[in-house]
């Protein structure tokens, strides 16, 4: 059973200075976290959404260096959940510079890997036979595509299998498809010829993994979510009218930095803040607003250390 954030557990002196995101978790010795999935999603795509909870498992027992990965995975489904709204598809229709080299590489990597495994377990003649007839038809398919631009709907297959394997989904009519095509089966061509020379006995050892060269998605800034927090509440509760002017402050206060860089302190000011604001200060500043004469900062320095909790 896990264990919710604010417990004891492998909390460190330096927890508080951190602002940790709802839904973490201890399992075990290391912390997850959850998110429900939105519900109009749950109701327009159970094909891509089946349960209402996602989870990820951060495989760190360390809290900070989790959250710091939950900031990022949160920003990531936030991106995925209006992706699927606009396309109904949670996979990118572009393919970022660097994404294609690691997507060949991986796959490159995969053939010579399972080719190296099958001839250390052993091939008998049967099992040899079948192996040239499939690095024949490997060299068949490169070499058309190569030379003619013909991509069958077998290598068209094969390379959409690819793409969606790291979260892509290209048009397979548009142009960006074809090229990525051509230059997967040009480089995968080094491949098959390295198979073939190790049926004629010659040894060519698989290439190491690469580290991941995608670049990770930016950690939403405190204004996206906000607005996002905003859109998602009842605006017909009273609350709902304190909402904008008190997250406008807190975003004033804050300035609009990257939400895994507030720390718990920050916020604790943020409240000490507003128990020095006078009555109605909210009414006052609309009011002038248009004359730039209040701001947070200069409302504490006026107010001092007076306070209204």
Not at 34 to 52: A, N, T
Not at 185 to 198: E, G, I, K, L
Request: net charge neutral; aromatic share 10%; glycine share 6%.
């Amino acid at each position: 059973m896990g264990t919710k954030l604010g417990t004891t557990g492998t909390s460190t002196p330096h927890d508080s200075d951190m602002a940790y995101p709802p839904g973490m978790e201890l399992h075990g010795s290391k912390w997850r976290i959850k998110k429900r999935v939105p519900q109009d999603l749950l109701r327009k795509h159970p094909d891509i959404y089946p349960s209402q909870f996602l989870t990820l498992k951060t495989d760190e027992s360390d809290r900070r260096a989790a959250a710091s990965n939950a900031w990022v995975w949160l920003g990531t489904l936030e991106e995925e959940f209006l992706r699927v709204r606009e396309t109904g598809s949670k996979f990118k229709r572009v393919l970022p510079q660097g994404a294609a080299e690691e997507i060949i590489h991986a796959a490159i990597r995969s053939s010579l890997s399972a080719d190296e495994e099958s001839r250390q377990n052993g091939l008998d003649d049967f099992m040899f036979e079948r192996l040239g007839l499939s690095i024949a038809e490997r060299r068949e398919r490169e070499r058309r595509v190569i030379a003619r631009g013909q991509i069958d709907a077998e290598a068209e297959d094969m390379v959409h299998d690819w793409l969606q394997a790291f979260g892509y989904d290209l048009d397979r009519s548009s142009t960006e498809f074809k090229q990525f095509a051509v230059e997967f089966f040009r480089r995968t061509q080094r491949a098959t010829q390295t198979m073939h020379s190790r049926s004629e006995g010659e040894w060519v050892e698989t290439p190491p993994a690469l580290p991941a060269i995608t670049p990770k998605p930016e950690v939403p800034k405190l204004s996206r979510v906000i607005e996002y927090f905003i859109s998602k509440q009842d605006s017909s509760v009273p609350m709902f009218k304190k909402y904008r002017p008190a997250l406008d402050l807190f975003l004033e206060f804050m300035g609009d930095r990257p939400v895994d860089q507030i720390r718990q302190m920050d916020i604790e000011n943020y409240f000490d803040l507003l128990c020095k604001l006078p009555p109605r200060w909210f009414d006052e500043k609309r009011i002038r607003k248009a004359s730039g004469a209040i701001t947070t900062t200069t409302l504490t320095r006026k107010r001092g250390d007076q306070t209204h909790c």
